[in-house]
Protein backbone atom coordinates (compact mmCIF):
# COMPACT_ATOMS: atom_id res chain seq x y z
CA UNK A 1 0.00 0.00 0.00
CA UNK A 2 2.81 2.52 1.06
CA UNK A 3 4.85 1.98 -1.87
CA UNK A 4 1.48 2.25 -4.21
CA UNK A 5 1.37 5.70 -2.41
CA UNK A 6 4.94 6.16 -3.47
CA UNK A 7 4.77 5.39 -7.05
CA UNK A 8 1.66 7.53 -7.16
CA UNK A 9 3.42 10.69 -5.40
CA UNK A 10 6.70 10.36 -8.13
CA UNK A 11 4.23 10.13 -10.97
CA UNK A 12 2.36 12.76 -9.80
CA UNK A 13 5.57 15.01 -9.06
CA UNK A 14 6.59 14.30 -12.70
CA UNK A 15 3.66 15.31 -13.96
CA UNK A 16 3.76 18.74 -12.17
CA UNK A 17 7.23 19.48 -13.44
CA UNK A 18 6.26 18.57 -16.82
CA UNK A 19 3.76 21.05 -16.86
CA UNK A 20 5.62 23.52 -14.99
CA UNK A 21 7.01 25.35 -18.17
CA UNK A 22 3.31 25.71 -19.17
CA UNK A 23 2.18 28.57 -15.98
CA UNK A 24 3.03 31.73 -16.55
CA UNK A 25 3.51 32.66 -13.23
CA UNK A 26 7.28 33.48 -12.06
CA UNK A 27 8.30 31.44 -9.08
CA UNK A 28 8.72 34.02 -6.33
CA UNK A 29 12.06 35.29 -4.74
CA UNK A 30 12.59 34.60 -1.24
CA UNK A 31 15.23 36.84 1.53
CA UNK A 32 15.68 36.38 4.80
CA UNK A 33 18.09 37.67 7.56
CA UNK A 34 18.47 36.72 10.89
CA UNK A 35 20.13 38.18 14.07
CA UNK A 36 20.04 38.11 18.04
CA UNK A 37 19.94 41.11 19.75
CA UNK A 38 19.99 42.47 23.32
CA UNK A 39 16.78 44.04 23.84
CA UNK A 40 13.46 42.81 25.27
CA UNK A 41 11.04 41.11 23.22
CA UNK A 42 8.42 44.04 23.51
CA UNK A 43 10.71 46.33 22.32
CA UNK A 44 11.75 44.21 19.29
CA UNK A 45 8.15 44.07 18.83
CA UNK A 46 7.92 48.13 18.67
CA UNK A 47 10.65 48.60 16.76
CA UNK A 48 9.43 45.58 14.36
CA UNK A 49 6.05 47.69 13.79
CA UNK A 50 7.76 51.03 13.69
CA UNK A 51 10.30 50.06 10.92
CA UNK A 52 7.48 48.50 8.49
CA UNK A 53 5.70 51.48 9.05
CA UNK A 54 8.00 53.72 8.48
CA UNK A 55 8.78 51.83 5.45
CA UNK A 56 5.35 51.76 4.10
CA UNK A 57 4.29 48.80 4.53
CA UNK A 58 1.03 48.18 4.75
CA UNK A 59 0.38 45.78 8.59
CA UNK A 60 -1.91 42.99 7.39
CA UNK A 61 -1.62 40.52 10.93
CA UNK A 62 -3.49 41.50 14.10
CA UNK A 63 -1.16 41.95 17.19
CA UNK A 64 1.02 38.56 17.75
CA UNK A 65 2.81 37.22 20.22
CA UNK A 66 5.75 36.97 17.63
CA UNK A 67 5.20 37.97 14.20
CA UNK A 68 4.16 41.26 11.78
CA UNK A 69 3.05 39.74 8.70
CA UNK A 70 2.99 43.31 6.44
CA UNK A 71 3.17 44.39 2.23
CA UNK A 72 3.30 46.99 -0.16
CA UNK A 73 2.47 46.60 -3.74
CA UNK A 74 5.23 44.54 -5.11
CA UNK A 75 6.85 42.56 -1.91
CA UNK A 76 5.50 40.69 1.27
CA UNK A 77 7.50 40.93 4.69
CA UNK A 78 7.41 38.68 7.60
CA UNK A 79 9.38 39.99 10.77
CA UNK A 80 9.16 37.04 13.30
CA UNK A 81 10.54 38.02 17.28
CA UNK A 82 11.27 35.29 19.06
CA UNK A 83 12.44 35.75 22.99
CA UNK A 84 15.09 34.12 24.30
CA UNK A 85 15.47 35.32 27.54
CA UNK A 86 14.22 38.39 28.83
CA UNK A 87 16.99 40.53 27.62
CA UNK A 88 17.74 38.96 24.30
CA UNK A 89 15.28 38.38 21.28
CA UNK A 90 15.85 36.33 18.32
CA UNK A 91 14.41 38.57 15.06
CA UNK A 92 13.72 36.74 11.44
CA UNK A 93 12.87 38.57 8.51
CA UNK A 94 12.00 36.96 5.37
CA UNK A 95 10.70 39.16 2.04
CA UNK A 96 9.24 37.65 -0.59
CA UNK A 97 8.31 38.79 -4.37
CA UNK A 98 7.61 37.99 -7.99
CA UNK A 99 10.62 39.58 -9.12
CA UNK A 100 14.51 39.58 -7.66
CA UNK A 101 15.09 43.35 -6.32
CA UNK A 102 12.31 44.04 -4.34
CA UNK A 103 12.50 40.67 -2.25
CA UNK A 104 16.03 41.62 -1.87
CA UNK A 105 16.16 45.16 -0.79
CA UNK A 106 13.03 45.24 1.90
CA UNK A 107 14.89 42.06 3.37
CA UNK A 108 18.27 43.78 3.73
CA UNK A 109 16.61 46.96 4.46
CA UNK A 110 13.80 46.10 6.95
CA UNK A 111 16.77 44.22 9.04
CA UNK A 112 19.05 46.91 9.15
CA UNK A 113 16.27 49.43 10.09
CA UNK A 114 15.34 46.68 13.36
CA UNK A 115 19.47 46.71 13.79
CA UNK A 116 19.96 50.01 13.66
CA UNK A 117 16.79 51.31 15.81
CA UNK A 118 17.24 53.53 19.08
CA UNK A 119 14.15 52.91 20.15
CA UNK A 120 14.20 52.52 23.84
CA UNK A 121 11.73 51.01 26.32
CA UNK A 122 10.52 53.13 29.79
CA UNK A 123 9.14 50.21 31.19
Known sequence: MINQLKKRLILLC????????????DRPYVY???ATFSRSHSLSQAIA????QKAGFQISSHYAAWEHFAF???TIVL???VPLTSSQTYVH???TSNTDAPAKQWA?????AIKNSKMVSYD
Open 14 to 25: IALLAAAPLCQA
Open 93 to 95: VIA
Open 49 to 52: TAEL
Open 108 to 112: AQIMD
Open 32 to 34: YYV
Open 72 to 74: NSD
Open 79 to 81: VTN
